[in-house]
C-alpha cells in the first residue's frame, strides 16, 4: 500500500487522519502518503462517490531515536479518548496498531 513504508497505527477522527508510518529504504513520507490519499480517494469515490478527501500536503513529525515507537503508538490510538469521543480507545471503531 505504501511502496516499502508501513502503516504501524492509525485512527481515522471526524476532520483528520493520524497514522504512524515507518519508511522504508526506498520510498519517502511524501511518496507514501501520496499512494495512501490515492489509494484511500479511489475507494472512498467507488463506495461513495466522493471526489474530494484530502486537504493538500500533511503534517509531520518524525520519531528521535530515544523516542519509543509504542509511546507514540498508544498516543495516536488515544486521540479519541483525549477529544471526548469515547471513553476507552475499544469503544472508538476507526483505528487499528500493528501490536495488536
Known sequence: MLGDAR???WVLMPDHWHGLVELGEHDGLTLAMARFKSLVSRNVHAAIGMRH???RGFHD???RHDESVL???RYIVTNP???GLV???GDYP???CAWL
Request: charged fraction near 15%; proline fraction near 0%.
Open 7 to 9: 502503516l504501524l497505527c
Open 61 to 63: 513529525r518524525a520519531l
Open 53 to 55: 478527501v484530502w486537504a
Open 81 to 83: 479518548v483525549r477529544a
Open 87 to 89: 471513553s476507552r480507545v
Open 94 to 96: 476507526y483505528w487499528n
Open 71 to 73: 509511546t507514540a503508538a
